[in-house]
């Protein structure tokens, strides 16, 4: 049986699918989301994981791909205060849409800052360049302590790369 563990990062990398494809493409993101989705479904079994797709799998992906959705521009405009000396058009597809998924797991989700940092950097380091872990380590590690900072959260340092 599946770990709660791989199913979440069985979730993320479908979310982050959508969200990558939807700004490679200029596509709106819950239309690639759809394509997406029923392509995971029409999958007998992922050789990657080993068991079909469940429902809490897609229910999570759907869940985060909405929450992006529905906080794109708050989400990348706090990305852009915090992004020194890159534009958005510098970053690599892959470290935008990593960071952009992350923040909407930690608006969308009560999840530790420190797992949302472990899982992101997870996705870029499997999707990404060779410095694209540590790029997205270091972007999250700013957004917990703003929010320590802030108040919002206890969150605690992000793990190092």
Do not use: C
Not at 46 to 64: H, I, N, S
Not at 131 to 137: K, M, Q
């Amino acid at each position: 049986m599946r770990t709660p563990h791989v199913a979440r990062r069985r979730a993320r990398e479908l979310a982050f699918q959508a969200l990558f494809q939807a700004a490679r493409g200029g596509s709106d993101v819950l239309d690639v989301w759809e394509e997406v989705r029923s392509e995971a479904v029409a999958e007998e079994e992922d050789p990657t994981y080993g068991e079909e797709l469940d429902a809490d799998t897609l229910a999570l992906a759907d869940l985060l791909v909405r929450a992006f959705d529905a906080d794109r521009d708050e989400i990348d405009i706090e990305l852009a205060g915090l992004i020194e000396g890159w534009s958005f058009g510098q970053m690599s597809q892959t470290d935008l849409n990593v960071l952009r998924l992350a923040l909407a797991e930690r608006r969308a989700l009560d999840v530790p800052g420190e797992v949302t940092v472990e899982m992101a950097v997870r996705l870029a380091k499997k999707f990404g360049g060779e410095d694209s872990g540590r790029f997205v380590n270091g972007v999250l590690a700013k957004v917990l302590r703003h929010a320590a900072d802030r108040g919002a959260s206890g969150a605690p340092s992000a793990p190092r790369a």
